[in-house]
């Protein structure tokens, strides 16, 4: 019987079985349902979520195609350490280009703010290259890309709390300070009243708790150490 070569997995449906792999680690990431079971039985059978990551990184790398790029970054990124060069890589590559179209988009509300689901979603992969190199110690360019999420995302306190800690790094915790006290005067420090689902007035408070409750971390950590020195 003459040797039959097996017909290769289309990149299209690799990109998807990707995705759906990594919808079973828990990822919000858009993907094919009817393809949860396959990717179920290729967890089980890799044994653990690295392999299972690894894995994705193998089938995206069919293509350099918006969805790849994204699916490889995100991968990267939840592996952490062995893969922040490739995470900064992939991000990039990713950011430089039109976008995965299956991701989120357009305008939404949630917790009384409006916001555009599409900048949450490149603020996110901004987080992912700036921790990657902040971690690597390219400190300049982390604090630039979280600056960046900061602008796509100016109501989430905690692009300006990872944006500190490239500052404490670069210039020192005194001006980490200085730069989340500044964050005070952004009008989304002020609570926004909405009514939610079930026709109640609430508070969003999240942004002056997080912004706060970092400031005092930081105040907590200058105290300690001026205490250190006095003992000296």
Known sequence: ??????????????????????????????????????????????????????????????????????????ACAWLGSGYRGQTVEFAARYLQGPGWDALPSGLTEQNGLRFDKSA???ADLLRDMAQAELILGNVRDAHSHYMAACRLEPHNAMNYVKAAEAVEKRSGREEALRFLREQRKSPWFTPVKYRDAAGRIAT??????????NIRKLEQKTDASQEDTFKL
Do not use: C, T
């Open 1 to 74: 019987m003459p040797f039959q070569a097996q017909k290769p997995v289309r990149p299209d449906r690799s990109l998807d079985l990707a995705a759906a792999l990594f919808s079973v680690l828990g990822a919000e990431i858009p993907h094919r349902m009817e393809l949860e079971g396959e990717a179920a039985e290729m967890f089980s059978s890799l044994g653990s979520r690295s392999k299972a990551l690894q894995k994705i990184l193998e089938l995206s790398a069919v293509s350099d195609s918006p969805q790849a790029l994204y699916l490889s970054a995100k």
């Open 204 to 213: 969003n408070d999240l942004f002056r708790e997080l912004l706060n409750a």
């Open 120 to 122: 949450a979603v490149r």
